[in-house]
């Protein structure tokens, strides 16, 4: 199993925090976001991580690079970060991962290490969505689910069904990667290299699998007020 931490960004929302570090070198409770994350990958005997940087790239490989880890780690560097968004970025990490299936991590989201557990251990060999059916804030990115808790669409502009928030992690595995893949290119083809990456599952209606971790410890940080939230939820 490798992982790609999507950590290409330039988090404006979290300025001035953010003119002098990444995003992911933000720290919650004295443990930077992407510290969080490699930890627990090792921790999960993860065979590699592939780490996509941008902005302020090489803080990032030096905080790495201090840290004694066994798993491999690989970086990609997203030239178009200023101008793209993470579609890009994903796509970057993909041509990694080499016909393997892998995690896909946001570098904005702090969260446990149960988390990732559930994850390897629901829908084996399965593309699995991780969302939150509780906390469903405005203006994130949401999920409608048909019967069997298959994502039908994805969009921030989902108030009314079966409802839940997707949070940025996923698990993407043989029997849909191709498709996967096929479709962010679709869309990079039709010039859309500055939406989310989660916008090619609305080609996949129904087959995506989902992953409710409501009980799990974790939050997105994009504000300063998300992380005052993430700095109680980790207290």
Not at 48 to 72: A, C, F, P, Q, R
């Amino acid at each position: 199993m490798k992982a790609i931490v999507l950590a290409a960004g330039m988090g404006k929302r979290l300025r001035p925090m953010t003119n002098s570090i990444p995003k992911c070198l933000v720290k919650v409770n004295g443990k930077s976001i992407l510290e969080n994350t490699l930890e627990i990958l090792d921790n999960l005997n993860i065979e590699e991580t592939i780490v996509v940087v941008g902005y302020l790239y090489k803080k990032i490989i030096k905080k790495i690079d201090s840290k004694k880890l066994n798993m491999k780690i690989s970086y990609v560097h997203n030239n178009e970060y200023e101008n793209t968004n993470n579609i890009v970025s994903l796509l970057l990490g993909m041509e990694k991962t080499e016909g393997n299936e892998f995690i896909i991590i946001e570098s904005d989201v702090f969260f446990d290490q149960q988390l990732i557990i559930e994850l390897l251990n629901k829908h084996k060999n399965q593309t699995v969505f991780c969302i939150d059916k509780i906390h469903l804030e405005p203006n994130t990115m949401r999920v409608n689910l048909d019967k069997n808790e298959n994502i039908v669409e994805i969009s921030r502009d989902i108030t009314t069904g079966n409802i839940g928030r997707y949070i940025g992690i996923a698990k993407i595995s043989g029997d849909l990667k191709k498709e996967f893949l096929k479709n962010l290119e679709r869309l990079i083809n039709e010039g859309k290299r500055d939406i989310f990456y989660d916008i090619a599952i609305n080609y996949m209606p129904g087959v995506v699998k989902t992953l409710d971790i409501s009980n799990v410890k974790w939050h997105e940080i994009d504000t300063i007020e998300d992380l005052r939230k993430a700095e109680k939820i980790f207290n």
